[in-house]
């Protein structure tokens, strides 16, 4: 990868993916995004992505019993490497609906050529009922200064969640059992609760949350833009770049809509070895058709601290 370059172009047509996110092990990046079992993309330069086997190709009982009507489509996975495994996060829900789940599976190593690869289904992690106020999707995973693991989560209704994860196992800490409000947004007819996808990164002495906004999965109508906010716990509480709370609604842009893609939304961060970040997203191609593809952009940080994308520097 060239870290001078700012967006990523694909030998060819980008390739199909949606609520993307990529990992490194040895020399080999993998991307894990929404499928059937959870889909993956293997690649040796960050350009060309050659398929893999989905994670859980196998239907998962505990799964089809939690959440009728699923069909092993698993959405919007996070993946981490702690306690020597890798460990692999993933929606199962129904479109509109908050009875949700997210599940976890694990496995020593990326590489299916390793005689140690085997991905072990380790049950649900989390989940939300219809009475809720909350849903249990779009899962990330991080680990705060003092080395605690927390998930953050959530998708519309009363917005982005987070829970404390136990390091050891990669379930729900037994210490703090408090679900933290991160974000939300008013339900308006017009806004109706769209905050979804949280993804957190430690920058200096903030940590920054972004958050898609608005709707997805409408092809070249989708009105999806990626937000930011940041607090100094992790906690929150998150305001961007006005001084505005996300709970209160507030976020401000890092991607939006260009005349080529729409609806850029979904995002992970990737950090190279070489320190560059990339913002990882999926968009739809105005020119191409309506599948929601992949998009890499450099991620840069100005003086302040705030997160940029290149490309909507240098416009």
């Given amino acids: 990868m060239n870290p001078q370059q700012p967006i990523i172009d694909f030998d060819g047509e980008a390739p199909r993916a949606h609520d993307a996110v990529i990992v490194r092990e040895g020399d080999a990046f993998y991307l894990f995004s929404t499928g059937h079992g959870v889909s993956v993309r293997h690649s040796s330069n960050f350009q060309h992505w050659g398929a893999r086997e989905s994670v859980l190709s196998k239907p998962l009982t505990w799964a089809e019993q939690l959440i009728p ?5 698993f959405w919007a996975p996070d993946i981490a490497f702690f306690g ?22 694990t496995n020593a190593t990326l590489d299916c050529q390793h005689p140690a690869y085997h991905w072990r289904d380790e049950g649900v992690v989390i989940q939300s009922h219809r009475e809720d106020s909350w849903n249990a999707i779009d899962p990330n995973v991080l680990f705060d200064v003092q080395g605690h693991g927390w998930m953050a989560l959530g998708s519309f209704w009363d917005g982005i969640k987070l829970r404390r994860l136990d390091e050891l196992t990669g379930q729900l800490s037994d210490e703090d059992t408090t679900l933290y409000s991160l974000a939300r947004r008013p339900h308006t007819p017009e806004i109706q609760g769209s905050v979804e996808a949280p993804f957190i990164v430690r920058r200096g002495e903030f940590y920054v949350l972004f958050v898609s906004f608005d709707f997805c999965c409408c092809g070249v109508d989708s009105t999806y833009n990626i937000r930011v906010g940041r607090a100094r716990d992790i906690t929150g509480p998150y305001l961007d770049r ?22 850029p ?5 990737f950090h190279d070895q070489n320190g560059t970040d990339w913002l ?16 890499v952009e450099k991620l840069g ?8 994308v290149a490309q909507m520097e240098l416009a």
């Fill in 69 to 73: 009507g699923n069909r092993g489509f």
């Fill in 265 to 269: 939304g979904h995002n992970s961060v």
């Fill in 242 to 263: 006005d001084g505005t709370a996300l709970l209160e609604g507030g976020g401000t842009v890092v991607r939006q809509s260009d005349a080529r893609w729409r609806g």
């Fill in 301 to 308: 940080w100005d003086e302040d601290g705030w997160p940029f």
């Fill in 280 to 295: 990882i997203y999926h968009a739809y191609d105005a020119e191409n058709g309506d599948a929601s593809r992949l998009r």
């Fill in 84 to 105: 020597d495994r890798w460990h692999l996060y993933y929606s199962v829900s129904t479109f509109g609906s908050n009875r949700s789940a997210i599940g976890l599976a």
